[in-house]
């Protein structure tokens, strides 16, 4: 069955570093875009970065644009995100969801935390 399981996830200060791993199995992940979400407390989920399938299309949010690297390893059937000079505001749940465009289904990991705070 269809599994995206994120890792990498914990506490860090201000101005640390952290690097979360999405892990798929059950779709064939090279046809799939790659997405990572956060949703923070009290907030709604929002778009992070986007991977094509590819990695010929990457884009950032704003709030993480100079911060934050997406990749994938194809091979591995995994996609990261290199998250530096984290700031408490990033705290959050991470969620990794791929998606194979024109109006494939979404499928969504469980989420990693990541807390930054001093």
């Known amino acids: 069955q269809v599994q995206l399981v994120e890792s990498g996830g914990g506490s860090v200060q201000p101005g640390g570093s952290l690097r979360l791993s999405c892990a798929a199995s059950?779709?064939?992940?090279?046809?799939?875009?790659m997405y990572w979400y956060r949703r923070a407390p009290g907030k709604e989920r929002e778009l992070v970065a986007y991977i094509s399938s590819t990695s010929a299309y990457i884009t950032y949010e704003d709030p993480v644009k100079g911060r934050f690297t997406i990749s994938r390893d194809n091979a591995e059937n995994t996609v990261y995100l290199q998250m530096n000079s984290l700031k408490p505001e990033d705290t959050a749940v991470y969620y990794c969801k791929a998606n194979r465009p024109p109006g494939g289904p979404d499928y969504w990991g469980q989420g990693t935390q990541v807390t930054v705070s001093s």
């Open positions: 059950g779709f064939a992940f090279n046809r799939y875009a």
